[in-house]
């Protein structure tokens, strides 16, 4: 299953070139071509799954998986300091290609994105967490 003109199908099929340091039949694993820091990486699924409410359980747990080892591997080859995994879903969470990867970025001591990768805290009440709260327990 893939699109036409989607930029990722075309990677993973190895119809574009890209930096890959890791291929088996579900996933291509590139680097990114904007990378936050040395060796930003990218795990993209083969199929084309536009996200992860698209994204069938069994490659989702098989990505994170991947994500895992890489990370480890990642860590020792590059000696970086920590690392961040990262997925976005949807334009409104900062997707811009619409096809499910998940980011494996590794971080160094001082490398500068410390303010990028974070958030402004919202202060809710207990009674809004509390409903929050009842909204979601399943
Ligand atoms: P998103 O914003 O969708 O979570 O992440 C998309 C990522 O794909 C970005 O970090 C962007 O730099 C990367 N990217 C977009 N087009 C290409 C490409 O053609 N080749 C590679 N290697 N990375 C790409
Ligand atoms: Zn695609």
Redesign the pocket.
Known sequence: MRESDC?FCK?AAGEIP?KTIYEDEKFRV?????PATKGHA?VIVKEHYENIYELPEDIAAAAMVLAKRLAKHMTEILKCDGFNIIQ?NGKTA????FHF?V?LIPRYEGDGNQEKMCWDHLELSQEELDDICQKLFQ
């Open positions: 930029i990677i890209s590139i680097l990114d071509i904007n990218l976005n900062g997707q811009t290609v990867h980011h």
